[in-house]
């Protein structure tokens, strides 16, 4: 049930970045057509785009593939994309879990910086196996542990609490998504540093993207000024020689294939 919570917590988080996120976006937006080179050529697929955001690459995908859905769990984010993109998607309200597919009836599902906010990722991946054809593709990009280590560790100069959310390793990804139901066909590591004049304009992209949402620890309120103040003199540690404040994002980026049953 907290997991469920949290889900709700997520999509509203997300939906109330849905006018901020395609400006905010350069990271997506690298990670997203990265993964397209793993896309089949055969067009008669049908393909998901989960946790589809504000559409913009489930539009390249409707361009591509005679069937298109985009399916994402916040409103808000969908309403904006119906909106701005091609009018021959699908749009799915659903939760990542409970996927309104039938068993072995997806060719494809892309999902680019999704399942880095979904836990417990064992069960999603049943999830999604499951929807998934025999032979059906997995093609997915994600972020691993060291993510935002630069603000993890300021924080950890001024309290214990969780500022930054749990990623996963390399080898949890693997120990999840290489097993007797399906094998990961290729997948790439790469560590990006993105730049940033100071810590406010990286805390502004964060929410700008919706990506700011923690799991609620009990007993604790939001950080205050002081402590505020306090991280971002511990970031300066960090701070580049030409002034520029950096944050690492470590992305995963796989295809996965759902062997036979
Ligand atoms: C970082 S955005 C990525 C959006 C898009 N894939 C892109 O590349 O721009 C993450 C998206 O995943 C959605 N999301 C998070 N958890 C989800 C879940 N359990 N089920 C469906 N969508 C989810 C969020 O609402 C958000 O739109």
Known sequence: ?????????????????SHSYDVSSRLQRYTGKKLMS?????????????????????????????QTIGLDISTK???????????QIHWLEADAYHLPFQDNSI?????????QWCDPLDILVKEILRALKPGGLFIFSTLLDGTLHELKSSWAQVDDDKHVIDFKTAEQLTAILDNSSSRLLEHSKVDLVLEYENVIHLARELKGLGANHIPKQKGKGLAGKDKWQKMTESYQDFQEPSDIYPATYCVYSGLLVKLND
């Not at 469920?4 to 939906?15: E, Q, W, Y």
Request: aromatic content about 10%; cysteine-free; charged content about 20%.
């Open 1 to 17: 049930m907290p997991e469920v919570l949290n889900r709700i917590k997520i999509a509203k988080s997300f939906g109330s970045a």
């Open 77 to 87: 984010m969908l309403s904006f994309a119906q909106e701005k993109r091609s009018k």
């Open 38 to 66: 793993f896309l089949p050529n055969r067009t008669d697929l049908t393909v998901v785009d989960l946790g589809s955001g504000t559409g913009f690459f489930t539009d390249i995908l409707a361009s591509k593939y005679q």
């Open 107 to 115: 060719d494809v599902i892309y999902s680019n910086l999704v399942i």
